[in-house]
Each structure stands twice: as structure tokens, then as C-alpha cells.
């Protein structure tokens, strides 16, 4: 099975762990922080910017889409293999940054949400069950 958008995800992953080891010593922490998010935000920009410019095939953005869905169960085990007892034990930061990182990204979900804007074409593919990887295809 091919999927496409690997060379990017790669790309992006590298740069994002480069970035994140930088981070990490300019905090004066010997790790990685926020390397597979600014990871994920780069391929996010580079995917918006590639589709602007009209040099993203249509197959391509899907193989994307897939590995930016992919992302999400990949922090979330990174995020499991932190010691939170230790975390808990250092005090009430850690318990409100977790709120807060929370709360921001539910805002920033919903402002996302209501500022898209779906295409009468769009909505009635949808609608109808239309399966844009046979479409691609045909």
C-alpha cells in the first residue's frame, strides 16, 4: 500500500525534532521539547501552503491528512510515558498547565470549527458518501 506523503511527514519530523532538541537547550532542559508538535505544525503549514500554491496532488493531501490524523495517537502515548506521579508530586503546576493546555485547545478546536467554510459541492458529497479516494482514481 503507498501512501503518499511520507517525504514531507519526514521532512517535517526531522526539522520538528531538530527544533525541539534547540528548544530544549536554549530552556536549559537535556530534552526534546515540543518536537512532535512543532512537527505537527509544520507539516500543517506546509500543507496549507503547498495547497495555495496549487502543487499538492490530490492524493498526496489525503496521504497528509492521514499521517496528520496519525500524529494524535503518537502524543498521546509520548505523553503516557511521562512520570506523572513525579509531575503530581512537584506541586499544582503541573495540574494546571494540564487544565489549561486543555481549555486552550478545546477554544482553539471550536474557533476552527466555526470559522470553516463548506462548499455547497462539499456538503452534498458528504452527504451522499462520496469517497474522494475513488474519485482520485476515476
Same mark, same amino acid.
Given at each position: ?21 534547540l528548544l530544549g537547550q536554549a530552556l ?18 506546509a500543507r496549507l501552503y503547498m495547497a %495555495?500554491?496549487?502543487? /499538492?496532488?490530490? +492524493?498526496?493531501?489525503?496521504? !497528509?491528512?492521514?499521517?496528520? $490524523?496519525?500524529?494524535?495517537?503518537? #502524543?498521546?502515548?509520548?505523553?503516557? %510515558?511521562?512520570?506523572? /506521579?513525579?509531575? +503530581?508530586?512537584?506541586?499544582? !503546576?503541573?495540574?494546571?498547565? $494540564?487544565?489549561?493546555?486543555?481549555? #486552550? ?21 458528504? $452527504? ?9 482514481g476515476e
Amino acid at each position: 500500500m503507498i501512501i503518499y506523503g511520507t517525504a514531507l511527514l519526514a521532512a517535517c519530523h526531522l526539522l520538528g525534532i531538530f527544533l525541539g532538541d534547540l528548544l530544549g537547550q536554549a530552556l536549559g532542559v537535556k530534552t526534546n521539547v515540543g518536537g512532535v508538535g512543532i512537527a505537527m505544525l509544520l507539516l500543517i503549514f506546509a500543507r496549507l501552503y503547498m495547497a %495555495q500554491k496549487n502543487i /499538492l496532488p490530490k +492524493l498526496t493531501e489525503l496521504g !497528509v491528512e492521514y499521517w496528520g $490524523a496519525m500524529y494524535i495517537p503518537v #502524543v498521546v502515548a509520548m505523553a503516557a %510515558q511521562q512520570d506523572m /506521579l513525579a509531575a +503530581l508530586k512537584g506541586g499544582p !503546576v503541573a495540574l494546571l498547565s $494540564a487544565i489549561a493546555a486543555v481549555a #486552550v485547545c478545546a477554544v482553539v478546536i471550536a474557533l476552527i470549527n466555526r470559522t470553516e467554510k463548506v462548499t455547497p459541492e462539499a456538503a452534498s458529497a458528504l $452527504a451522499h458518501g462520496a469517497n474522494p479516494l475513488v474519485a482520485a482514481g476515476e
